[in-house]
């Protein structure tokens, strides 16, 4: 059909004209009774391929003038869609790309239920409630027995993260008032390895981000340094569970045993925050005795996003705050849903609840067990990934075992050929393995990076161990090439200096490098 | 082959070959606040899930919400294979990415955004209309703050003039963003802001006014034109240069569809931006709606987020970062499908339907209709009775047949007023607007009935001797007759308790609806 089921036909088509079915309003479709005019116009007969729409190019800009039958609208996304990267072999993202089915039925029978309508679906709500509080115990929040934990579903760590920064500026506020001394010059100590979204909250919400900077072989915020840049204008100082580049988790403990000593000192009270977006899941199954969660007295909130460790499709994360009195009470919005008080505070509202329903799924159907064997077989996956490539001879690897199961993995010697490039020819073999350069005062090291997701088995790692030495010979063989690109910026230079001097091989390089070093410096951290 | 494999009696209980509900895990108790320790089978996981959900309302019959429910079975399956998208990903899934890019221009196009040809339009796809409230919000404030820094004028007190029928986010806005939101006050009979109330509420420090195109509560199309001419005039005269902002969220997909004519969108040339809901009349599930600047000037550059994909440059300005991809999918895949002539249809029939379930209504005789005809296809009513409780009444009785109709109490100054809202949306046909009426109809039965309720009686019995009896002699015999001492009963009649369902959205403000 070409109308859609609630696109009722008010007006007969123009071809009706026969009295006697006009006479008949009953009958499902003039089509039955004129054959004729079914077999020319009805396009719904006719195959998809074999009718005008993947013919006629459709306006890309403007909204079609006329409806069009949905086999034919769902054939021509379908098709373009499968242009786009096989999700699967994303080995640039820890977010989740696989679910068994069941969960996947679960979520779409979801998907049409607005999650923010709590009076309307109690139950949905409920099961957030569940995650909040199974999450809160995983971290170890120190609940009493009947206690239910502060913490709320989000789209994604971004959010969370901006709800905590929320509350830990405006808990900040509150006290300078109270204190009567200035508030408008708030700031947050994180490590230069953070994600793209601490910058977007200090953007936008006006705090100054003091970035701790890196040092070649340290890619994680040094906790020593970190305390040093505190001052009194300081609403939190954020670790990282789980550095985006490396997998690395940064030494929490050691950070919350320098800030007490500092508070002790100083009198000021700054709290820690952890983003565990990626090691949130993986810490508490795979190292139950390092201490980084709610056992540490100065950490008042974590981020986790559900979406990646936690094994649900992308759309999900979680924040949790220690106690009720970490959330400043006048952020949070009060909804009445069935007479009970359901208090919120989201940056988003109406939203669907397929990816709550799904974590809710994964949290009971693996239980502690489930994860805990996950993040086993996926350490495992690393380590095979790992001696794969040591053997190969060509890369040092810059992940620590002990961390994010990824392996981040530079070459050894990028003169003839650097990770860009290998990046560039694994795209070909349908992989996707970014290479990204390291942030501020370690940018000149360049890094391939591969995260081990629990769909990325044993024989996938092989495989691609497998396909990087094809790729490593390939370049071998070849003489080093020089993209046109380069040869032009360079040769623009050389006219503009006004004199033509001819480069040694080893500066030419040396512009080649910089020239991707430019390239790459700007998505340094919108990586997730 | 020779050892058989020896289970203990758990793990026969808990294998495979046993049906779900033959299992133990359907009568083990599950933890509800701590993580299962071991590992139980999909199909149970599934099964506990998918029964516990059926206590949910009924999407379908849930008249509160705009949000749609229904799409067809083509587009549900796109939905499911680009769930496991992660729509940030924009150089790993480029398509997607230009199929936003699509979507925004379709949009733009369609709210007569002034395009040079083959220039791109400045928008992005959020959240939910949220997300795209505080973006345009956020550019309105950082683009006055910019003009006061370069004035040398302080910029610590931003404020935003709305009417107090907005839409709680806008609440939000203003508190986690730090501006002060001012109310235009509603009036018994005028449920919208009154564009001339609000342009005297404007001062120096205003970052924009924010009209609403289709308010929550009535329906109604704010007057965008007058505000529009009011507004120039006081910029004129006092050298200001407040913006608008217009809040289409439930309107944006019905004004250019119905109301062609109607001066709303970019066509003023004070408007600067526009946000309209995916997930309301642009036909798609929860999740998805859109922003839309006017031009590259109005979003500040500090603000956008520069992503380098595949060479070209990709800005992005977004809250949130990973997400599905499939509802951008779904958006484009409407567009694609209906085409102008399919939403334009669309629409026309949810607005018949309304007028179906107006007439049914106002047949009973007991409600006031306090939604327009012109605006949103919805239906708002009241009782002409003054007691507030029987609109809440109403909405219980109606959810014994399934519907979800929830009753409200209006914003400040009309307060003491209650109504129902219903909201048309496609997938209301008229059929079901036909039982709906019928069940109304029942529902008032019912609540007569039960108005004449069997009053209460309380009886309290004395029991004392009287005097009489104090000074008789009979008293110590044993034998004779029993005297029974006076009693004496009070009684009174109680009042029978209404018990009514009050629905407070966000403290007290009527507005958290959707």
Request: negative net charge; proline residues 5%.
């Amino acid at each position: 059909m070409v109308h859609s089921f609630f696109l009722s036909v008010t007006k007969p088509p123009s071809s009706f004209s026969l009295p006697l079915a006009s006479l008949i309003p009953s009958l499902p479709s003039s089509k039955m009774v004129l054959s004729k005019t079914a077999s020319t116009s009805d396009v719904s007969i006719h195959s998809t391929f074999a009718s005008r729409y993947v013919c006629s190019s459709l306006p890309r800009f403007k909204m079609p003038e006329n409806s069009i039958p949905k086999e034919a609208a769902y054939q021509i996304i379908n098709d373009e869609l499968m242009l786009d990267g096989n999700p699967r072999l994303n080995l640039a993202s820890f977010v989740t790309t696989w679910m068994e089915p069941e969960c996947d039925k679960l979520m779409m029978e979801a998907i049409n239920k607005n999650y923010v309508d709590m009076d309307e679906y109690p139950v949905t709500t409920e099961l957030q409630n569940r995650c909040v509080n199974m999450i809160a115990h995983l971290f170890n929040a120190p609940l009493g027995e009947s206690e239910a934990a502060v913490g709320v579903g989000t789209v994604g760590s971004s959010e969370a993260i901006m709800l905590a920064g929320l509350a830990f500026k405006r808990k900040w506020q509150n006290r300078r008032k109270a204190e009567g001394k200035p508030y408008e010059k708030p700031n947050i100590v994180t490590g230069a390895n953070v994600q793209v979204c601490w910058e977007k909250f200090a953007n936008y919400f006006e705090v100054e981000l003091k970035e701790v900077k890196l040092r070649e072989g340290y890619y994680v915020m040094d906790p020593v340094k970190a305390v040093e840049m505190v001052d009194e204008n300081t609403i939190c100082v954020a670790a990282i569970l789980g550095s985006t580049l490396n997998g690395e988790f940064e030494d929490v403990k050691l950070l919350n045993d320098l800030l007490i000593e500092k508070n002790k000192q100083t009198g000021w009270d700054t709290p820690i925050h952890v983003d565990a977006a990626s090691g949130g899941f993986i810490a508490p199954f795979l190292y139950p005795e390092l201490e980084w969660d709610f056992r540490l007295p100065l950490v008042k909130s974590i981020n986790v996003s559900g979406h990646k460790y936690g094994l649900v499709y992308a759309g999900i994360g979680w924040v949790i705050w220690r106690s009720k009195e970490d959330l400043p009470e006048e952020l949070i919005f009060h909804i009445n849903y069935l007479g009970a008080d359901q208090p919120t505070f989201t940056l988003n509202f109406s939203k669907g609840s397929s990816q709550v329903i799904a974590q809710y799924y994964q949290l009971i159907r693996l239980g502690f067990e489930g994860y805990q064997n996950i993040m086993e077989n996926c350490r495992g996956n690393a380590l095979v990934l790992k001696e794969g490539l040591e053997k190969t001879g060509r890369f040092n690897i810059v992940s620590k075992d002990e961390g994010v199961p990824l392996v981040a993995f530079s070459l050894k010697d990028n003169s003839c050929y650097n990770e860009f490039k290998i990046s560039e020819m694994l795209r070909r073999f349908g992989w996707i393995v970014p290479a990204y350069t390291m942030p501020a005062d370690a940018q000149h090291i360049a890094v391939l990076r591969v995260v081990i997701r629990e769909d990325f088995s044993c024989t996938l790692a092989e495989r691609l161990v497998l396909d990087i030495t094809k790729v490593l010979h390939e370049l071998d063989t070849l003489p080093a090439t020089l993209s046109t690109k380069v040869l032009n910026a360079s040769e623009e230079k050389k006219v503009k200096n006004g004199t033509v001097v001819k480069k040694t091989e080893i500066e030419t390089q040396r512009e080649i490098t910089d020239f991707w070093k430019k390239y790459v410096m700007q998505r340094k951290t919108n990586v997730c | 082959m020779v050892l058989s494999v020896v289970q203990t009696a758990e793990e026969i209980s808990s294998s495979a070959i046993s049906s779900v509900f033959a299992s133990r895990y359907v009568q083990d108790p599950m933890p509800r606040y701590r993580m299962p320790e071991n590992t139980i089978p999909k199909e149970v996981a599934y099964q506990i899930i998918h029964d516990e959900l059926q206590l949910d309302g009924n999407p379908r019959l849930n008249l509160a919400s705009f949000v749609t429910t229904w799409m067809e079975p083509e587009c549900d399956k796109l939905m499911i294979e680009s769930m496991n998208k992660n729509y940030v990903d924009m150089d790993e899934y480029p398509i997607t990415t230009e199929l936003q890019n699509r979507c925004v221009n379709i949009i733009a196009n369609l709210l007569n955004a002034p395009l040079a040809s083959n220039k791109q339009a400045i928008g992005v796809g959020t959240v939910g209309s949220s997300e795209a409230i505080m973006l345009a919000g956020l550019a309105f404030k950082k683009k006055w703050q910019n003009k006061r820094k370069a004035e040398g004028k302080p910029f610590d007190k931003p404020n935003i003039v709305t009417g107090a029928n907005v839409q709680v986010c806008w609440e939000k806005f203003a508190r986690y963003f730090e501006v002060e939101l001012k109310e235009v006050k509603l009036s018994e009979g005028y449920y919208v802001m009154d564009p001339k109330k609000a342009v005297e509420m404007v001062d120096e420090n205003t970052i924009c006014v924010a009209a609403i195109l289709g308010s929550t509560l009535t329906g109604e199309f704010e007057d965008v034109k007058l505000l529009n001419d009011l507004l120039a005039e006081k910029n004129k005269r006092t050298g200001w240069d407040t913006p608008i902002h217009v809040d289409a969220a439930s309107g944006g997909f019905v004004a250019p569809f119905i109301y062609p004519e109607l001066e709303w969108d970019f066509r003023l040339p004070l408007v600067k931006s526009i946000n309209v809901s995916g997930h309301k009349y642009g036909l798609v599930y929860a999740g998805i709606g859109w922003v839309i600047w006017r031009s590259n000037e109005d979003l500040p550059e500090e603000l956008v987020f520069h992503i380098n994909y595949l060479g070209t440059d990709q800005p992005t300005f977004t809250l949130n970062f990973s997400k599905g991809s499939s509802q951008i999918v779904a958006q484009y895949y409407q567009f694609l499908r209906m085409g102008f002539e399919g939403y334009k249809r669309v629409i026309r029939n949810c607005m018949e339907n309304a007028k179906l379930l107006v007439d049914g209504l106002k047949q009973t005789g007991r409600f006031d209709i306090i939604s327009k005809e012109r605006g949103l296809p919805l239906v708002a009513f009241g009782f002409k009775d003054t007691n507030k409780s029987l609109a809440f009444e109403l909405s219980k009785a109606l959810r014994h047949h399934g519907w979800i109709v929830p009753a409200y109490t209006m914003p400040a100054n009309v307060e003491h007023m209650a109504v129902l809202r219903v909201v048309v949306r496609e997938d209301l046909g008229r059929q079901l607007v036909e039982k709906l009426v019928s069940h109304i109809n029942g529902a008032l039965l019912e609540l007569d009935e039960t108005t004449d309720a069997v009053p209460k009686i309380s009886f309290t019995v004395e029991v004392k001797s009287s005097d009489e009896d104090q000074h008789h002699e009979s008293r110590h015999d044993h034998e004779g007759s029993l005297h029974l001492p006076t009693t004496s009963i009070h009684w009174k009649q109680d009042k029978h308790d209404r018990i009514q369902k009050k629905v407070h959205i966000s403290g007290g403000k009527t507005n958290g609806v959707c």
